[in-house]
C-alpha cells in the first residue's frame, strides 16, 4: 500500500472540506535516503513539530475556554449587579420619589418616609424635614394674614366710628 502511495496512486476518493481527523506534518527528502539514522532523526524531528503544534492547539482551546469562562462570569457579574442596583437603590428611590410627588401635589401632611439604603433614608428625612419647615412657614404666614385681616377689621370698625362721629359733630 506504501509503495502505491509513493508513485502517487491512491484508489480512495478525494473528500473536499472534510474536517481534519488527526495532525501530522508532511515533508519529502530532496533526495532518496536509505541511511537509516537520517531517517530515524527526521521521522524524530517530525514528531516533535507534530507534537508541539498538538501542544499548541490544546493550548488554544483551552485558552479559548478560560475566555468563554471569563466572559459567563462577566455576564454573571452584570446581571447581579443589575439586580442588586434595581433592589438596593432604584426600588427606594421611586418610593421615595412617589411620596414627593403626594407632597408636592398638595397632601402636606402626608409624612415622607424612605427605606433602602442609609443614603436614600437620610434624604427622605432631609425632605420631611423640608416639608415640616414649609408646613411651619405656611402656619406662620396663616397667623399673619389673620392678624392683618383682624387689623383690618378693626381699622375699618374705628373708621366707620371715626366718620360716624364726624357725622354727629
Known sequence: HLHELAWGRDPRRVVRD??????????TFG???DDPAVIHRELLL?????????????????????GVGAIVMVAGFLIAAAFWLRRSVLRPVSGLASQVRLVASGDTTHPVVADGPREIVNLGAD?????????????AAREANQQLDDQAQDLERSNRDLEQFAYVA
Open 46 to 66: 517530525l514528531s516533535e513539530r507534530t507534537a508541539a503544534r498538538e501542544g499548541l492547539a490544546s493550548a488554544a482551546t483551552g485558552l479559548a475556554w478560560v
Open 18 to 27: 472534510e474536517p481534519e481527523k488527526s495532525t501530522g506534518h508532511e515533508e
Open 31 to 33: 533526495t532518496d535516503v
Open 127 to 139: 425632605v420631611d424635614s423640608m416639608r415640616l419647615a414649609i408646613l411651619h412657614e405656611l402656619e
